[in-house]
């Protein structure tokens, strides 16, 4: 499942600046889908499940088909719109996992260096990448501006300094 995303919209058409949107509608009409799937394929996940039961914890099942309906159905939501939908690595670094939601358009909501770099190793475009970590270390920014990602969340206007410095140096 998508446990966390954000989607950015484009403000103006003439000028690139994004800004962060309220995803409360879309999440209630994806999750209101999701339920609905689940409720129509409880027995065979339930038998799936049991099939698991001798295995060794921790153990993680990922019904790749119920993401795949997940990202549809996110992307039926947001269809006519100008949104750029980013799932966050926080939520899960899962190589497949990731491919799948790279596979189907959606970008990278990075908090942290390593996350940019597993979101590049991954095949995630730069320019759908986005960094919006606390506390970036210098060497995190400065990878991460030599990958020419699409943008960092800063968290202060000491942070914007500091980017701006390291990006100048470039």
């Given at each position: 499942?998508l446990?966390?995303?954000?989607?950015?919209?484009?403000?103006?058409?003439?000028?690139?600046?994004?800004?962060?949107v309220?995803?409360?509608?879309?999440w209630?009409?994806?999750?209101s889908?999701?339920?609905?799937?689940?409720?129509?394929?409880?027995?065979?996940?339930?038998d799936?499940l049991?099939a698991?039961?001798?295995?060794?914890?921790?153990?993680?099942?990922?019904?790749m088909?119920?993401?795949?309906?997940?990202?549809?159905?996110?992307?039926r939501c947001?269809?006519?719109?100008n949104f750029n939908?980013?799932?966050?690595?926080?939520?899960?670094?899962n190589?497949?996992i990731?491919?799948l939601?790279?596979?189907n358009?959606?970008?990278?909501?990075?908090?942290?260096g390593?996350?940019v770099?597993?979101?590049?190793?991954?095949?995630?475009?730069?320019g759908?990448?986005?960094?919006?970590?606390?506390?970036?270390?210098?060497?995190?920014?400065?990878?991460?501006l030599?990958?020419?990602?699409?943008?960092?969340?800063?968290e202060?206007?000491?942070?914007?300094?500091v980017i701006?410095?390291?990006?100048?140096?470039?």
């Open positions: 499942h446990y966390h995303c954000s989607a950015f919209k484009k403000t103006d058409p003439i000028n690139p600046s994004y800004r962060q309220n995803m409360v509608k879309l209630r009409q994806a999750i889908y999701i339920q609905h799937v689940e409720s129509l394929d409880d027995m065979n996940l339930q799936r049991a698991f039961q001798s295995v060794k914890t921790p153990f993680f099942f990922y019904d088909a119920l993401l795949q309906q997940s990202l549809d159905e996110v992307i947001i269809a006519g719109t939908v980013h799932y966050a690595l926080k939520a899960n670094v190589k497949p990731l491919e939601i790279r596979a358009g959606f970008g990278a909501d990075c908090v942290s390593n996350e770099k597993r979101a590049l190793e991954t095949g995630f475009d730069p759908d990448v986005v960094f919006a970590g606390v506390g970036k270390t210098d060497e995190e920014i400065a990878y991460a030599d990958q020419q990602i699409f943008a960092f969340n800063c202060s206007v000491q942070e914007l300094e701006n410095e390291l990006a100048g140096a470039k």
